[in-house]
């Protein structure tokens, strides 16, 4: 059964970063497009960044430029750095392959930027 636990959220002030990191277990993850997700408060979950096995890397533009997503398939991790935080990036984080079916979803990890 394949599991995902993300870690690595915490508080931060704006302008701050954090690093997600996500971790794949009971499937390797070195030949699928992998992705991170974030959830608002009574919002549905929403792809924010993906990487694919050739290291095709794509953004949503609100978080181009200020986001970085990598992978380590050794480690089977994938890992989200995030810098110059806003308040608007509060929300709980995801990853998950990007597909149709994805795997059972982990518990996020939560970040909050606040002063």
């Known amino acids: 059964q394949v599991q995902l636990v993300e870690s690595g959220g915490g508080s931060v002030q704006p302008g701050g970063s954090l690093r997600l990191s996500c971790t794949v277990t009971g499937m390797p993850v070195a030949w699928v497009i992998m992705g991170w997700y974030r959830q608002f408060p009574d919002k549905e979950r929403a792809l924010i960044a993906q990487?694919?096995?050739?290291?095709?890397?794509k953004y949503d533009d609100s978080v181009k430029d200020r986001f970085t997503i990598t992978r380590d398939n050794a480690e089977n991790t994938v890992y989200l750095q995030m810098d110059s935080l806003e308040p608007a990036d509060t929300a709980v984080y995801y990853c998950?392959?990007?597909?149709?079916?994805?795997?059972?979803w982990g518990q996020g990890t939560q970040v909050t930027v606040s002063s």
């Open positions: 998950n392959m990007v597909a149709p079916n994805p795997w059972p």
């Open positions: 990487i694919s096995s050739r290291l095709y890397i």
